[in-house]
């Protein structure tokens, strides 16, 4: 089994709200990833996070706020976030960091 | 610098054709691993194929097969025999680790820009 869920499906949200996307696993993997994706782009690389340390931030806004509950669980945080910040944004995990990585479905979100 | 360059943007073929896709990557590490993953219209990136760069043996596995050459720098991918479920983005990644692999390495996975292949009935 190596499924990645991701909730939402799809978010549209006011540069005002907060909100949260969520990404799960049970594959018994150690570290998770979140990465931002533009229409016709590759997918950029947000956050990292090793036994639910973060190990990686790529210079993202504060406004982007990832949390690791638990080795299972990842959770990124939006706040007061820009149009501009409208994409894909997947979440993925390996078994650890050199191993290959699965990703979920992602969530698309909209910021009116 | 790209590290790992997809030159064919779109490439459009006739169900039953087969189709080639390049990748072309660059790296100085004696250490590393390539990837191809697939994305379908729906947005989930489908992991392919994991190849280390000790392990040059081509692979087939199905109607997929990658050809892995390291004087050339290059992991292509071929689709036999095209069906329109094959229609979609493939992304060719490189993971890139300096000296030995241990628990701590992390290789950052760098992803070509991508081919958009169309299979028409």
């Known amino acids: 089994d190596t499924e990645v869920t991701q909730t939402p499906k799809h978010l549209v949200m006011g540069m005002t709200n907060k909100k949260s996307l969520k990404c799960e696993q049970h594959?018994?993997?150690?570290?998770m990833y979140w990465y931002k994706q533009k229409a016709k782009k590759p997918p950029e690389l947000m956050f990292v996070y090793s036994y639910e340390k973060l190990s990686i931030n790529e210079s993202v806004p504060s406004r982007f706020s990832p949390e690791c509950p638990n080795s299972s669980l990842l959770n990124l945080h939006l706040h007061a976030l820009q149009p501009e910040d409208s994409a894909l944004y997947l979440c993925a995990s390996s078994r650890t960091l050199t191993d290959t990585q699965y990703f979920g479905p992602g969530t698309r979100l909209t910021v009116l | 610098a790209q590290k790992v360059t997809q030159a064919q943007t779109e490439i459009s073929v006739v169900e039953k054709e087969d189709v080639t896709l390049d990748c072309v990557y660059e790296t100085r590490d004696t250490t590393y691993y390539l990837f191809w993953y697939k994305q379908p219209p729906s947005g989930e990136l489908v992991f392919l194929i994991r190849r280390n760069s000790f392990d040059e043996q081509n692979e087939i596995s199905g109607r997929y097969s990658w050809n892995f050459q390291k004087s050339t720098s290059s992991f292509n991918f071929t689709i036999t025999a095209s069906q329109v479920v094959d229609s979609a983005v493939y992304f060719c990644a490189l993971s890139e680790f300096q000296g030995l692999v241990t628990t701590d390495s992390w290789g950052k996975f760098q992803f070509g820009a991508g081919t958009q292949v169309v299979v028409t009935p």
């Open positions: 594959m018994g993997h150690r570290a």
